[in-house]
């Protein structure tokens, strides 16, 4: 890293990345569709070309939402009586719901923390 340059701090790299947004200006830009990311910021310019996530977001979003679900509907089962049956339609809603809003947001927050590591090499 040069001396010039400033060091981005890894919470607000990763707090922009959740939010979608470029690491760099933190304006919106860091992608081009649901899950495409930008080569370049339309704003600043800032190279997201080596900072692609591969399959890494998807295991961490399944990861997360396994933690998430499955503790509460085995409590809502052994627990407060409900039939297995009965939660399998709301859990698998609440699956494909949380999937939907986490996957960019993680992607978002790996690729700008990916974004920091380069520029710091």
């Known amino acids: ?11 607000r790299t990763l707090q922009r990345g959740l939010r979608l947004r470029c690491p760099a200006c933190g304006q919106r830009g860091l992608f081009r569709a649901y899950l495409k990311l930008n080569q370049t910021c339309p704003i600043c310019g800032a190279d997201f070309s080596r900072s692609e ?7 961490v979003t399944v990861m997360l939402i396994g933690m998430l679900v499955m503790p ?34 993680i992607k978002g927050a790996l690729a700008a923390l990916l ?6 090499m």
Not at 1 to 11: E, H, K, L
Not at 54 to 59: I, R
Not at 115 to 120: D, L, P, S, T
């Open 53 to 59: 996530t591969a399959d890494v977001a998807p295991y």
């Open 72 to 105: 509460v509907t085995l409590l809502l089962v052994l627990h407060a009586g409900a039939s297995a049956d009965t939660l399998l339609m709301p859990s698998l809603a609440l699956v494909l719901v949380l999937t939907l809003l986490l996957l960019p947001r």
């Open 115 to 120: 974004w920091r590591a380069q520029r710091e």
């Open 1 to 11: 890293m040069s001396q010039g340059a400033r060091r981005a701090p890894v919470f």
